[in-house]
């Protein structure tokens, strides 16, 4: 078994022409894109040194999102800031079906955990 790595390795899957290399920047970029789908996520939140570094123009990956790759299998950690008024439990289970279905058909990873935290609750004004 490989060893696990967070959000900076690739995945390699060998085909018949060849291989398809998976960057764990574009998991993590899939993850992003489906959690923000979800009715009720305000935003994705990162931490401070991730604002600050994207800030400067260094390539980060999607704030809020965190990837770990062991062979084919993707661990997805989210965090985000969600409207007030939704259900938080049905918030977070539309999250964790979206993300690893879209993970899934886009790549052909397996994605056995999505693991969902809410950050804060946004007022509208």
């Keep these: ?15 018949n022409m060849g291989e398809v290399k998976i960057a764990a920047d574009v998991v993590a970029a899939i993850a992003g894109l489906a959690a923000n789908e ?4 305000h935003s994705m939140v990162g931490n401070l040194t991730n604002e600050l570094i994207g800030r400067l ?8 999102v965190r990837v770990f790759m062991e062979d084919s299998v993707v661990r997805v950690d989210i965090v985000f800031n969600m409207k007030y008024g939704y259900s938080i439990p049905e918030v977070s289970r539309q999250i964790q079906d979206k993300v690893s279905q879209q993970i899934e058909t886009m790549t052909g990873l397996v994605v056995p955990e999505v693991n969902v935290r809410v950050a804060g609750v946004y007022l509208a004004d």
């Design 1 to 15: 078994m490989g060893k696990t790595q967070e959000t900076q390795e690739n995945t390699t899957e060998n085909i």
């Design 57 to 64: 123009g260094v390539k980060m990956t999607p704030k809020g």
């Design 38 to 41: 979800v009715e009720g996520v």
